[in-house]
Nanobody, 114 residues
Framework: QVRLVESGGGLVQPGGSLTLSCTASPSIFIDYTGWYRQGPGKQRELVAGITRAGSSNYADFVKGRFTISRDIPKNAVYLQMNSLKSEDTAVYYC?????????WGQGTQVTVSS
């Protein structure tokens, strides 16, 4: 059974940075991978995604602040988050799309507060 393990969440002050990581085990073919988030009382929304070929897309509210990257041999995806704002507070979930199905991580909490 494939399992995605996320790490890197935590408490950070406004303007600070965090890097989220997500690794799949066992190894799978990853066609597309990305990050979603769900804030308090909100629906889950796409933050950023990246294809196997390396083409990335970002939600408007993170453009210029967040950077997604992936390491195919390591079955990993990362989200570098800079200039964090209070409205970025949410549970962040990674997703990996394989040949036949999607896999989701368990979520990691990011709290931006002074």
């Amino acid at each position: 059974q494939v399992r995605l393990v996320e790490s890197g969440g935590g408490l950070v002050q406004p303007g600070g940075s965090l890097t989220l990581s997500c690794t799949a085990s066992p190894s799978i073919f990853i066609d597309y991978t990305g990050w979603y988030r769900q804030g308090p009382g909100k629906q889950r929304e796409l933050v950023a995604g990246i294809t196997r070929a390396g083409s990335s897309n970002y939600a408007d509210f993170v453009k210029g602040r967040f950077t997604i990257s992936r390491d195919i041999p390591k079955n990993a995806v990362y989200l570098q988050m800079n200039s964090l704002k209070s409205e970025d507070t949410a549970v962040y979930y990674c997703i990996m799309t394989g040949k036949t199905q999607d896999y989701w991580g368990q979520g990691t909490q990011v709290t931006v507060s002074s």
